[in-house]
C-alpha cells in the first residue's frame, strides 16, 4: 500500500490515489477538494529517498467466536524528499512522512476495508 501511494504522488495520478480510500472516505463531500491539497502540498518532482522504501507499521485486531472480526494496521512512510524548482538556477528539497490507518478486515462495515 505505501508503494501504491507513493507511486500515486510521484506520478501525479490524483484518480489512482482516490481509489486507495475506503468507500466512507471517497463519499465525504470535501474528499476531492482533501486530494486536492495532499497534492498541492507534495507539488514538485518527488522521488523516494532510498530504492527499498523503508516503512514501519503496528497494528491490532479483535475476534469473536475464534474468527478475526477486525484487523488495522497503521503504516508509516517515515520519509520522501520533494525537490521543487525554486527558479531556473535552484532547487528546493522539502522532506515529507506519511502516516495512515488501513482497515484489511472490518466486519462491522465493510465499506471501511481499504485505506482510510
Known amino acids: 500500500m505505501s508503494t501504491d501511494i507513493l507511486t500515486c504522488i510521484t506520478e501525479n495520478d490524483k484518480e489512482s490515489?482516490?481509489?486507495?480510500?475506503?468507500?466512507q472516505v471517497q463519499n465525504n463531500p470535501d474528499f476531492d477538494e482533501q486530494v486536492d491539497k495532499a497534492f498541492e502540498y507534495c507539488k514538485g518532482?518527488?522521488?523516494?529517498?532510498?530504492t527499498t522504501i523503508d516503512t514501519t507499521a503496528s497494528g491490532g485486531?479483535?475476534?469473536?467466536?475464534?474468527?478475526?472480526t477486525e484487523w488495522h494496521v497503521y503504516p508509516e512512510i517515515p520519509y520522501?524528499?520533494?525537490?521543487?524548482?525554486?527558479?531556473?538556477?535552484?532547487m528546493e528539497s522539502?522532506?515529507?512522512a506519511i502516516r495512515y490507518l488501513w482497515y484489511i478486515t472490518y466486519e462491522e462495515d465493510i465499506t471501511k476495508d481499504f485505506l482510510i
Not at 17 to 23: A, D, H, T
Open 17 to 23: 490515489f482516490k481509489k486507495l480510500f475506503c468507500e
Open 45 to 50: 518532482t518527488v522521488y523516494f529517498t532510498d
Open 61 to 68: 485486531s479483535s475476534t469473536k467466536n475464534g474468527e478475526r
Open 80 to 90: 520522501f524528499k520533494v525537490v521543487s524548482e525554486i527558479d531556473s538556477d535552484d
Open 94 to 96: 522539502h522532506y515529507y
